[in-house]
DNA sequence: TAGTTTATTCACTATTGTTGAATAAATGAG
DNA sequence: CTCATTTATTCAACAATAGTGAATAAACTA
């Protein structure tokens, strides 16, 4: 098959609150969403460091924002999803609901 | 943080080709069934690994097969999913849904 | 320049994934 | 019985992903 493993859950996740987000996601953003919608708490370092992983894989690419922050503070990197990360996921929903499809015991849920 | 982690993608992988196959799941039909399903190819080892721990969890059984086999060969170690691993694998789907759902960019494919 | 704030990076450990090779257990031939 | 063959599982070692708390960085303010 296609030489790549699919994404960790953790980067799935991300790429997900990226999607989310659109413009305003950074680290704490990003992981501020991942709980809301996920319920599961994350360290903010395993956030990064999946961001980092992604972004070598070049699902993500990221840029410095302003310095100017209003009162206090590092400048935020920004993140947000590359076509490539976009289109992995949409195949890696593919490749779940492909999954999914016909197991019998799994109907019968909301979705 | 709640106390456990997502399935990982290879234990999900292999919880559902258990679903699908029924009675007859041993490593070799195991591995064929999520050869075929996600076009992935696994080493027999990869997945024996993943069952060992899925195991352990206690989201799967296994029992030794009939030492019985037509011609030759070690008996089989048959396995199947808990009714927790069945519980597992519906919450981490509905967990997927809900991440899933909202996101526009991933609209408009075929489910 | 020191203190405070916000954010990112680091160092380290644990869990999961991966593979090829080794081992085990059964059968049948000779 | 013993050896080759077959089918299947287990092992050992390594790679990738996940997860955390502490350290560092960069900005602002007094």
């Given at each position: 098959m296609s030489d790549h493993t699919y994404l960790g859950g953790l980067e799935l996740t991300v790429m997900l609150a990226l999607l989310r987000l659109g413009e305003d996601a950074y680290g704490v953003p990003i992981s501020r969403e991942?709980?809301?919608?996920?319920?599961?708490?994350?360290?903010?370092?395993s956030v990064y460091a999946a961001?980092?992983?992604?972004?070598?894989?070049?699902?993500?690419?990221?840029?410095q924002g302003e310095p100017t922050a209003a009162r206090g503070g590092r400048a935020k990197r920004y993140f947000r999803a590359t076509s490539r990360g976009l289109r992995e996921?949409?195949?890696?929903?593919?490749?779940?609901?492909?999954?999914?499809r016909g197991v019998r015991k799994l109907r019968g849920e909301a979705t």
């Open positions: 991942i709980e809301r919608q996920s319920g599961r708490e994350v360290a903010l370092g961001l980092e992983r992604l972004q070598e894989k070049g699902l993500v690419s990221s840029h996921v949409r195949e890696m929903r593919q490749a779940l609901m492909k999954l999914w």
